[in-house]
């Protein structure tokens, strides 16, 4: 199954991080903040934005915004181009 | 009786998936989440939208959004083209 | 009396159906879901709209907007042409 | 005392009607619906508007809307354009 | 002190009219409705508005709008030209 | 340290007046309405404006409006033009 | 890791200054007032704007607004350049 965001969206996966406390020990999903760390999966129609954003880059978002939708049993996020906060570039 | 939306609207079908717990029980309506996905049915003036879409597409539309009707006995919604997150293709 | 709605507005009568229960009582009033089925009989100024809608037409109207009045003892709502969801063809 | 209504309002000058119950009893004032149609005492400058309203129209006006003020212990309304529904032609 | 109002603003003074209840006692401050006319004491730029408004005109103006000043211990009112419903002409 | 206003914001510097009771003693500071006199620092990009206004201007401005700041232990406020309703000439 | 603000945003670091009672002591993170100065680390997309601000510019923002994010452990804010009050000259 594959999902095309519609106007200025995109489909996007959040990139949850192992977080250890001080003294090492792995939190459990509940323990940790929300995600704001994603990975672009496929991007609607954005070519009359100045931003420039492709499948593949890593991207920071505004937490809360967004739908999240599960594809085979994957979560998503489908989000407007404008709550993309920032590229992350290593 | 055939409902023609108006203006950037459209008519959806919403798709219930039977949802099995792990242990393989179907759950009954309620403890099911509300669901997202939905099938056009007929389509408005969208012709001013870049964005394509066509009777028998499959959608993700936007929670909560629309306005929920009853065409003989079956759920239908009529929603705004900007509901329409995604087009989902097989 | 008549009434002219003014800009894009409509006068619509509500279509209030019956609704029997399953053991083939007739609810009241009271016991009805709010209609959302209407009859248009005026038309205000709407031609600058590119939806076409003519007095007499069926249409579905977005519950609890419009304005209720009272003409002559029955009820209608003067309601925006935005409001007007679809139109019903039989 | 003259008062001429600024901007795209119009001063209007609320219509009781007496409501008798099933009975014959003229009801008092406080038990009655808030009015809701008006003449038309004063227009501003309402000539950018395709509607077309004169000093004399009956109108049904939308409850709540606009400014209650007295005149010589009479009550009218200072109300936009915008605000007027529809006008009555008997 | 000179205020000279700035943008589409003006400076007005409220005028409260004496109140005498049926007995003819002078009612007190307190027990009289927020005052609604008002002097022109002086006007910011309105040049690009249609409305013609002087120093001097008596306006009735939206109660609760505007800004409250005390000018050498006299109360006035800063106000948007929007919230000036009318011009009173005796 | 010099603060530069940005966009069609003003630095100003609230006016606070000493306010005696009719016996003639002086309030402290909490019992004073809040001021809404200041004096204009600096000025930001306000060139599009229609407004003039210059640095040492004395100003009425909108009570709330603005966010407040301490520069050297000064209490400053950074407010938009907008906020400032009238110019104060002596 | 490098993050690069998009649109109209920049990625600043608080600065939080010490504060001492007037008895001399320091007080701890939590009862220090919310910094609003900061230091901007990267620019965005502000072409289009008038507004000349560049990395290492010392600024004061407005309090609350913009996404926090943790960049290596250290605390930064994402911010639309509107939020930006002021610039801080030494």
Not at 16 to 25: C, P
Not at 64 to 71: F, M, R
Request: aromatic share 4%; hydrophobic share 40%.
């Amino acid at each position: 199954m594959k999902v095309r965001p519609l106007g200025s969206r995109l489909l996007i996966k959040p990139i949850t991080e192992e977080k250890r406390t001080e003294g090492g020990i792995v939190l459990p999903d509940t323990a940790k903040e929300k995600p704001m760390k994603a990975e672009v999966i496929a991007v609607g129609n954005i070519e009359d934005s100045d931003i420039e954003i492709n499948v593949g880059d890593k991207v920071i978002f505004s937490k809360y915004s967004g739908t999240e939708i599960k594809i085979e049993d994957e979560d998503y996020i489908i989000i407007d181009l404008d709550d993309i906060l920032a590229k992350i570039e290593d």
